[in-house]
């Protein structure tokens, strides 16, 4: 029990000491990991503090302390600190404290099963496995060094080799500037209404065409809802005359058929349950990923996932959330697409139009903005008073650290939920055909 606490002291001093290693520990380790009560509310509080971008250390903890009431000695802090020699033990540390923290885990789930005799050998082999695929290791946490690899990587960009390209979008110039890449957090904002779940539904579409597996979790539309626009969008025949069922031509139908037969060979997993809790969805990730059947995750949206760990302000909610989300890319480097609604203030209060967003639109933290590799918005071009079935967007990438930002005019086509990348030439869009996948390296 020495042992444990002494572990977690060397963590909390590590990233009193050294920030930054925060980064690192949000994505392995949480507050339930700590078995020591007082280590847990002081990390819990960390947590605060790193959501809402503040500094740690002793006058920010001890100001937070004060603020929520918990009694802590600064002494205690500074003791923590002083003992600790370095910050270079702090992977061992992460990796000592989740191990201790799942042996707990593994003993409590052990006297759980034996103290209940009305289970059933079905349901403790159902439960412990359920309970196992959840614990989280940590394998390689290790820093790199530089000087043992630059010399390879230099050689292998002046060769061409080891460079992930991404997966295509099959928009040209989407993907001229942006690479959705394993370990990427991808955020598409828009205000409601605007196609953010239909860009969505194109992108999971075009992936899936490349024999990508994709995992979708729409917590606002049914599985039926998504099938219907995917049939929509495929066999290009309006979605109001699918889902209600009307009258079709015979070449409607036909279509259809074949939209029905290329969707069959898709490998589309989704969600729909209208909740789910971000830990389960970490945990649904990893199974597939240890399945091999997952290549994209596409949440719609951040802001109806829900937690079971993290308590507190929406806002810091949301941050947290946003964290997990980015975790789930680059412990399966896997690329996470995820649709975020904006605040209510992108309407100009001048002329009560609806303004181009910017990041600090997002919706209830700035942590998402953060966390993501890139940021997309969606601006609609059209009026009310425009055709309904015909609507110009801007596409605009707001944020990239793998590539550029800019704008890219596309046409949505509402009715068959298809969206077409192109130019405008005198307030008429000229749309471009999707890129050949048979020509990109996928």
Same mark, same amino acid.
């Given at each position: 029990?020495?042992?444990?606490?002494?572990?977690?002291?060397?963590?909390?001093?590590?990233?009193?000491?050294?920030?930054?290693?925060?980064?690192?520990?949000?994505?392995?380790?949480?507050?339930?990991?700590?078995?020591?009560?007082?280590?847990?509310?002081?990390?819990?509080?960390?947590?605060?503090?790193?959501?809402?971008?503040?500094?740690?250390?002793?006058?920010?903890?001890?100001?937070?302390?004060?603020?929520?009431?918990? &009694?802590? /000695?600064?002494?205690?802090? %500074? *003791?923590? !600190?002083? @003992? =600790?020699?370095?910050?270079?033990?702090? +992977?061992? #540390?992460?990796?000592?404290?989740?191990?201790?923290?799942?042996?707990?885990?593994?003993?409590?789930?052990?006297?759980?099963?034996?103290?209940?005799?009305?289970?059933?050998?079905?349901?403790?082999?159902?439960?412990?496995?359920? &309970?196992? /695929?959840?614990?989280?290791? %940590? *394998?390689? !946490?290790? @820093? =790199?060094?530089?000087?043992?690899?630059? +010399?390879? #990587?230099?050689?292998?960009?002046?060769?061409?080799?080891?460079?992930?390209?991404?997966?295509?979008?099959?928009?040209?110039?989407?993907?001229?500037?942006?690479?959705?890449?394993?370990?990427?957090?991808?955020?598409?904002?828009?205000?409601?209404?605007?196609?953010?779940?239909?860009?969505?539904?194109?992108?999971?579409?075009?992936?899936?065409?490349?024999?990508?597996?994709?995992?979708?979790?729409?917590?606002?539309?049914?599985?039926?809802?998504?099938?219907?626009?995917?049939?929509?969008?495929?066999?290009?025949?309006?979605?109001?005359?699918?889902?209600?069922?009307?009258?079709?031509?015979?070449?409607?139908?036909?279509?259809?058929?074949?939209?029905?037969?290329?969707?069959?060979?898709?490998?589309?997993?989704?969600?729909?349950?209208?909740?789910?809790?971000?830990?389960?969805?970490?945990?649904?990730?990893?199974?597939?990923?240890?399945?091999?059947?997952?290549?994209?995750?596409?949440?719609?949206?951040?802001?109806?996932?829900?937690?079971?760990?993290?308590?507190?302000?929406?806002?810091?909610?949301?941050?947290?959330?946003?964290?997990?989300?980015?975790?789930?890319?680059?412990?399966?480097?896997?690329?996470?697409?995820?649709?975020?609604?904006?605040?209510?203030?992108?309407?100009?209060?001048?002329?009560?139009?609806?303004?181009?967003?910017?990041?600090?639109?997002?919706?209830?933290?700035?942590?998402?903005?953060?966390?993501?590799?890139?940021?997309?918005?969606?601006?609609?071009?059209?009026?009310?008073?425009?055709?309904?079935?015909?609507?110009?967007?801007?596409?605009?990438?707001?944020?990239?650290?793998?590539?550029?930002?800019?704008?890219?005019?596309?046409?949505?086509?509402?009715?068959?939920?298809?969206?077409?990348?192109?130019?405008?030439?005198?307030?008429?869009?000229?749309?471009?055909?999707?890129?050949?996948?048979?020509?990109?390296?996928?």
């Amino acid at each position: 029990m020495m042992k444990n606490l002494v572990i977690e002291k060397n963590i909390l001093a590590c990233i009193i000491i050294e920030n930054k290693l925060m980064d690192k520990a949000v994505v392995y380790i949480e507050d339930n990991d700590f078995s020591d009560k007082f280590n847990k509310v002081i990390y819990q509080r960390m947590l605060s503090l790193y959501h809402k971008n503040y500094a740690i250390d002793y006058t920010t903890l001890m100001t937070d302390f004060n603020d929520y009431g918990i &009694k802590v /000695d600064v002494n205690y802090l %500074i *003791d923590i !600190t002083n @003992l =600790l020699p370095s910050t270079n033990g702090f +992977d061992t #540390y992460l990796k000592q404290l989740k191990e201790q923290s799942n042996r707990a885990k593994i003993k409590q789930y052990y006297e759980l099963v034996i103290n209940d005799k009305g289970l059933s050998s079905y349901d403790i082999v159902d439960y412990m496995k359920e &309970k196992f /695929d959840s614990l989280k290791h %940590i *394998d390689n !946490t290790e @820093l =790199l060094n530089m000087q043992d690899n630059i +010399d390879k #990587y230099v050689q292998d960009i002046k060769c061409g080799r080891g460079v992930e390209s991404g997966i295509p979008t099959l928009y040209h110039s989407v993907d001229e500037k942006l690479s959705i890449t394993g370990g990427s957090l991808i955020v598409i904002g828009a205000r409601p209404g605007v196609g953010k779940s239909a860009l969505a539904l194109n992108f999971i579409h075009h992936f899936a065409m490349q024999n990508k597996k994709i995992l979708f979790i729409s917590l606002e539309m049914t599985e039926k809802e998504i099938i219907n626009r995917l049939i929509s969008l495929t066999a290009e025949v309006d979605a109001t005359k699918i889902t209600r069922r009307l009258p079709l031509t015979e070449q409607e139908k036909t279509r259809i058929v074949v939209a029905k037969q290329k969707l069959k060979k898709h490998f589309i997993n989704i969600f729909d349950r209208g909740s789910l809790k971000v830990e389960n969805l970490v945990q649904l990730c990893n199974k597939l990923k240890q399945k091999q059947e997952l290549d994209i995750l596409v949440v719609d949206y951040i802001g109806l996932l829900d937690s079971s760990q993290y308590q507190g302000q929406r806002t810091n909610q949301i941050g947290y959330i946003s964290r997990k989300l980015k975790q789930i890319a680059m412990d399966l480097k896997i690329p996470v697409i995820a649709l975020s609604q904006l605040n209510r203030n992108v309407v100009d209060k001048a002329n009560g139009k609806m303004r181009e967003p910017n990041l600090s639109d997002l919706r209830d933290s700035g942590s998402v903005e953060q966390d993501a590799n890139a940021v997309l918005f969606i601006h609609s071009l059209s009026k009310d008073t425009d055709d309904f079935d015909d609507k110009y967007v801007k596409l605009i990438i707001a944020k990239n650290r793998s590539g550029s930002v800019g704008k890219i005019f596309m046409n949505f086509k509402s009715n068959i939920m298809r969206f077409r990348e192109g130019e405008l030439d005198n307030g008429v869009l000229r749309e471009y055909p999707l890129q050949e996948i048979k020509t990109l390296e996928v």
